[in-house]
Every structure is written in C-alpha cells, then in structure tokens.
C-alpha cells in the first residue's frame, strides 16, 4: 500500500492568520493555482481510491488532484481539522492580530501548556482520532496493493506523519512545523506497518506556504 498524504491548497484565512480549525472555509484561487500544479506533478501516479476531510479545503484538493480519474473520493471525518472551538475566526498573526490570539498561540509555541476552549478538542484526542484511522486503514486486507491519496490539514497531517516516525509527545507535536499547502508526504505500509519514504514533497514553484 502506498499512501499520498496531502495538505490543502491555501485559503484566505490561512492568508490572513486567522484560525480555521473546524470553519468550513473554501479555497482560494491561489489555492487552487497550488492544487492545479501539485495535480500536474502527480499526474502520472496510480491512484486507486481517496480519503478526504468532509471539510471543503481538502475536498476540493483532492478533487483537483484525482483530476478525470474515475475514482471513489471518501469522506472521513476521522481527518478533519483539529477543532479549536471558540478560538475559531480570530487573528493569531499579522498586522490585525487579536490580543486574546496569546493564549491561542501556546498551540504552535508550547503545545503541551496549551489550554484548548470548552468547545474545543485535545492534542491528545487528535492523536486518538487520526491514529484509529491510520491503523483502520493500514490493516484493511482488500487495500494493501492500492495506493491511496488522503486530503487533509495541517494538525491532522502532522498528527498522521508523528504517528508514523512514532512520536505521540504533545510537547513536541510541531518538532517538524507546519506541513506547507498541498506538502505531500508519501508513505509505503508493508504488512500493516507504515514507513515515511519522502516528506513535504512540494510540485509548485514560488511561495505556498501560510
């Protein structure tokens, strides 16, 4: 099995540093332009089948990617974004950066002191969450010779790609950073167990990452 793990194109709340999470937010058209190009560069791979967030970011990136292949693309919230509740919608950078965008911050500079709203979810429950899904997938019997592209974020890449190098430490969840739009990881699982082969595989040129 070979597994093409992909973050989404760019939005314009990554542009504008405000926290996404869960809100439903759609790509832009640069966002698209990064798609378009990553979906260039992966033209000649076989794809079998696709996993997606529901959310419509990683939705249309994989739409993009898949292209005319005649493919079953599979929504899986397992893969959402990580929800960061009430935190969703504010500023966390640039010139219009919220004053409360502090405590918010400690999630990408001091992850395991980060305190995550009433409505919001854990670290650890991301791990939980993506882990079951990478171990449901990697087990599947009728899959192990198909290679399957997954869309998703940039939490819950980087949630799957610290699974696989076996680091569950909250403190060090970003040890790697933030994977870049449309960054492609691409892993090869043998009898169930899953193996890095290359990380952050970018097929556009200039600027992607927010």
């Known amino acids: 099995m070979i597994l093409y793990i992909i973050r989404h194109g760019e939005t314009d709340w990554n542009k504008t540093h405000k926290v996404q999470g869960r809100t439903d937010i759609p790509l832009n058209d640069h966002g698209r332009h990064l798609a378009r190009e990553t979906a260039e560069g992966m033209k000649k791979l076989q794809i079998d089948l696709a996993y997606t967030s529901p959310l419509s970011r990683a939705k249309e990136t994989a739409q993009i990617i898949l ?3 005649k493919i079953p693309l599979i929504m899986d919230p397992r893969i959402e974004e ?10 966390c950078g640039g010139e219009d950066q919220d ?6 911050n400690r999630f990408f500079t001091d992850t395991a002191n980060y305190i995550p709203p009433n409505d919001g979810e854990t670290v650890s429950h991301l791990y ?3 882990g079951e899904f990478l171990q449901w997938l990697c087990q599947k019997e009728e899959l192990q010779d198909k290679a399957i592209l997954i869309s998703t ?12 190098k076996g680091n ?10 933030v994977p870049p739009n449309c960054a492609v990881s691409v892993v090869e699982v043998v009898d169930g167990n899953p193996t890095i082969k290359k990380e952050g595989v970018i097929y ?4 992607g990452k927010t």
């Open 99 to 104: 004053p409360e965008s502090v405590e918010f």
């Open 67 to 69: 292209g005319d292949r």
């Open 128 to 130: 939980e969450r993506t």
């Open 204 to 207: 556009y040129k200039g600027q």
């Open 153 to 164: 974020h940039g939490a819950a890449m980087t949630a799957l790609l610290n699974r696989i």
């Open 168 to 177: 569950l430490s909250v403190g060090r969840f970003w040890k790697d950073k």
């Open 82 to 91: 990580f929800s960061f509740g009430s935190y969703e919608g504010m500023h």
